[in-house]
């Protein structure tokens, strides 16, 4: 810290120095002694580990799972920390023990294998083992605090999705207004896309889901009624009349209800109940339409796409909260792998999809059930 | 609470009951969905900068460009000093992004030590580019490693709220004592870089850490306006952050000391805020 650059301090900032010094001195003396008293290494309730300048003795712990308290003494010669590691995720850390110090820290655990880090990080990691406790099925019960970050996570999702859209669907109103139908062609196909993966969220907004993703069908006049808007009419244009023939005012109403869809979910986000119970909404009126249907087509299979990858992101933030249910977890995310895995074939097969989509909405109804007590 | 009235009113003239703490509805688990939610984007924000400027960085030690790269060392860092208590939840990558020469047992010549420092001391120490460009590549590499987990990573609430508390610590703890940039003297665009993360974080919870606590936000807020006047004198061009800050041999005596006592408080005071919301 200081150099033999530095000029010759004055007396007086000598004797405050050394007054100082003198002070710290007392002070760590103190906080060794008591370091001393009130935590013997054979503390029933926790674990010690020590921290020499080669690694952490005992270089491997076994502790049950659930809320542990671990003290860590550093007889190293430098400032450590000391980390409690899952792969490479840091799970709990204590930093600047300084030396000849100990600390405290708990930490919550799941039953698993765990690494912890000792003091230098050339230093050899140690391992931590977590024991599952009889009777204890789930730890971390499901609660409205462990929804706090899957809802933040989802929220994030929809804000980045809903800029993408946005992106889309303003390309899609250019193409058309420029009258370039394969560049209108490719834009709606993007925003679609898109627009699918938000679809539980979009579901929420009686008035935006209407404009934005009623079929025909649902209209007095059909395709020629003047209230069926939205991407279905941009797709009567595009795909089978294949002119942007009057879609401009179409894609421009689109373009200002993305924009309000997107400006809504980012004041409100989505509660939490509408993860599960939405996913499965959006897939069940899917899958109910294609039964209806004598054959799968492009556009339907692309919009089954957009659903799975909505509610795969569901799925993977929902399904670390089931751990009380391990078979329902498992059954959640195999059901939304499997579905993904066939989506990836050139043609799928049209039984198949249905199957597992509704596979994927009873398992999302499941882990409703389960989930409710964190509503 | 059903005490009869008399006995209420001798426990609390003795202060045995609480009436501040039960007079406080607890903060909903819900209201923290919007907190952490704004947390990331800004975090994703800084990090699609830090990228951006990582990538100028390495490509100008790569190209043996001495002064640019100097240049762009303190101003890349700040997004990473930023966000670090996202990042170093990434333990590899905080050690070989940001870990100094003392963590390795072989100091700056371990093989292990890469990173900002590592190419600290090539360009402030040994004046030189050379040999620096694996250690550039490698940096560069572990940027957009750490930008594509980062976007994968549901945000664990108590760390995002412990952040703010954690982010003071590592001012205390390494940027006062200035070893967080021995060679560069650049500490104080890492000390504002963690300022700027620590309040970001304090202004997203303000409005429920002022419905549990009022003087507590008052009491936070004082003592970030008096570090970052100290900080302050400090700017390069007088009045204007933007420009950076001169080298940390500049700062007196008098305005070290000045800055230990608020960052000290923070630290301690902003260590109570996971308690106060509902997530310890």
Redesign the interface.
């Known amino acids: ?1 200081s150099d033999s650059s530095s000029p010759t301090p004055s007396s007086g900032l000598l004797r405050l120095g050394m007054a100082l010094a003198a002070l710290l001195m007392l002070a760590a003396l103190g906080l060794f002694y008591l370091s001393l008293g009130d935590a013997p290494a054979s503390d029933a309730e926790g674990t010690s580990v020590t921290i020499t300048a080669s690694g952490c003795e005992p270089n491997a712990l076994t502790v049950p799972a659930g809320r542990h308290r671990f003290t860590v003494i550093n007889e190293s010669e ?2 450590i920390e000391w ?1 409690i ?1 899952d792969g ?3 799970l709990e850390e204590r ?2 023990i300084a030396p000849q110090l100990h600390q405290q820290i708990t930490a919550s655990l799941q039953p698993g294998e765990y690494q912890m ?1 000792c003091g ?4 050899p990691h140690g391992t931590l083992t977590v024991t599952a406790v009889e009777g204890q099925a789930s730890i971390q019960s499901v ?3 462990t ?7 989802y ?2 999702y929809l ?1 980045l999705q809903g800029r993408e859209l946005q992106k889309s669907a303003e390309a899609l109103q250019r193409a058309i207004a420029d009258d370039d139908l394969a560049a209108a062609q490719q834009a709606f196909v993007q925003a679609r896309l898109v627009d699918q993966r938000m679809a539980l969220a979009a579901g929420m907004f009686s008035d935006l889901d209407q404009r934005l993703n009623a079929r025909a069908d649902y209209f007095a006049e059909r395709e020629q009624d003047p209230d069926f808007v939205g991407f279905h009419r941009l797709a009567e244009g595009l795909f089978v009349a294949r002119s942007t023939a009057d879609l401009a005012p179409v894609a421009k109403q689109l373009s200002a209800d993305v924009a309000l869809l997107t400006a809504r979910l980012q004041r409100d ?1 989505v509660p ?1 109940s509408q993860l599960t119970k939405g996913s499965a909404r959006v897939l069940r009126a899917w899958h109910d339409y294609q039964q209806s249907q004598p054959q799968l087509n492009a556009r339907e299979l692309a919009d089954l796409r957009g659903l799975q990858q909505g509610a795969g992101k569901v799925v993977s ?1 929902l399904s670390p909260l089931l751990q009380g249910q391990p078979q329902l977890a498992e059954a959640l995310q195999q059901s939304s792998d499997g579905l993904a895995q066939t989506l990836q074939e050139a043609e799928p097969d049209r039984v198949l999809l249905l199957q597992q989509t509704e596979q994927l909405t009873s398992a999302l109804a499941q882990a409703n059930e389960q989930l409710t007590p964190a509503y | 609470m059903s005490l009869p009235r008399s006995l209420f009113f001798a426990a609390s003239a003795f202060g045995l009951i609480g009436l501040n703490v039960s007079a406080h509805a607890a903060v909903a688990p819900q209201d923290l969905v919007a907190p952490i939610t704004d947390y990331k984007l800004y975090v994703l924000d800084n990090l699609e900068q830090f990228t951006a400027h990582s990538r100028e960085f390495t490509e100008a030690i790569k190209a043996g460009e001495l002064a640019k790269a100097q240049s762009l060392y303190a101003p890349t860092r700040v997004y990473y000093e930023r966000i670090e208590p996202i990042a170093e939840l990434f333990a590899d990558l905080d050690a070989s992004i940001d870990a100094r020469e003392d963590d390795y047992e072989n100091g700056v010549q371990d093989a292990d030590f890469t990173g900002f420092h590592r190419l600290e001391y090539g360009l402030f120490k040994q004046e030189s580019t050379d040999g620096m460009a694996p250690f550039a590549e490698r940096l560069m590499s572990d940027v957009e490693d750490l930008e594509q987990r980062v976007q994968e990573l549901t945000f664990p609430p108590e760390k995002v709220v412990g952040g703010a508390a954690a982010l003071m610590e590592e001012v205390a703890a390494t940027k006062v004592s200035g070893e967080e940039d021995r060679y560069s003297r650049t500490d104080l665009w890492d000390f504002q870089g963690n300022v700027d993360g620590a309040k970001k974080i304090f202004e997203l919870v303000k409005p429920l850490a002022a419905q549990e606590d009022p003087a507590f936000v008052e009491r936070i807020e004082q003592n970030f306006s008096s570090m970052e006047a100290t900080l302050s004198h400090y700017y390069v061009e007088e009045g204007n952050v933007a420009s950076g800050f001169v080298t940390y041999d500049k700062v007196s005596d008098a305005d070290r000391r000045a800055l230990v006592g608020p960052v000290t408080v923070l630290a301690e005071e902003l260590s109570t805020l996971r308690g106060l919301l509902g997530l310890n």
């Open positions: 810290m430098r400032a980390e590691l490479v995720m840091v930093e600047n880090t230098l990080l050339s230093n609660s409205a605090k929804m706090i970050g899957p809802l933040a996570e929220r994030v804000i986000g939490a933030l």
